[in-house]
């Protein structure tokens, strides 16, 4: 069994992370439409593999000129915060390392430090930062193999590169997520223990 999962709002609550973000920002003065603003300059230039808080710095300054450089130091600290989920870890600690596999996006520096930061590296056999959608930068899966992600752009994706892999939809889109339903999901959860409960059932019918 090989199971593929997503990090950001799958594993860890980064839809709280970013509102500690835009709380930083708009200490220093960015409100919130500019600050999506400043993140829309920030992909521009960047992209989704390079956005860093450094992009979103010049994207602020953009907007504002005399944006805090402190900026930097404050969301330094908010993407070292640990923000799992409550039914994370009891998801992860019914699998074996060699089941799970770890499928993420953006920057490789800003994924590798939140995943230090929660400690969950004993927990999958591979670990993979890839460019989206994921499925067209993936080896094909083997047979039998679930995706979880929040993302329906992420699932119709792989279902539709990969239609064997069983695609499984988990929690509500994350605010950045344009696309807020799938077409091609088997099954949508409100949390990672259904989509456990799910696998289980799979498994003990194959």
């Not at 696309?179 to 989509?195: I, N, T, V």
């Amino acid at each position: 069994m090989n199971i593929l999962v997503d990090l950001d709002n799958t594993l860890i609550d980064s839809v709280k992370r970013l509102k500690l973000e835009m709380g930083v920002a708009a200490k220093f003065g960015v409100n919130a439409e500019d600050y999506w603003k400043a993140v829309d300059i920030a992909f521009a230039k960047y992209g989704v593999s390079g956005f860093s808080h450094q992009a979103l710095f010049e994207g602020c300054r953009a907007i504002k000129p005399d944006f805090s450089a402190e900026s930097l130091f404050e969301w330094r600290k908010v993407l070292e915060v640990k923000l799992f989920f409550p039914d994370t870890l009891i998801f992860l600690k019914h699998f074996k390392p060699e089941e799970l596999t770890l499928l993420t996006t953006g920057n490789p520096e800003f994924q590798w430090t939140k995943i230090i930061t929660h400690g969950i590296t004993k927990h999958f056999g591979k670990i993979f930062i890839a460019n989206s959608p994921k499925a067209e930068n993936i080896e094909r899966p083997p047979d039998k193999s679930f995706f979880i992600d929040d993302s329906p752009r992420e699932i119709d994706a792989m279902k539709q590169c990969y239609p064997h892999v069983i695609c499984l939809q988990v929690r509500t889109p994350a605010p950045w997520e344009k696309q807020k339903h799938s077409g091609c999901k088997d099954a949508h959860f409100r949390d990672l223990l259904g989509a456990y409960a799910f696998i289980r059932e799979v498994e003990l019918g194959a």
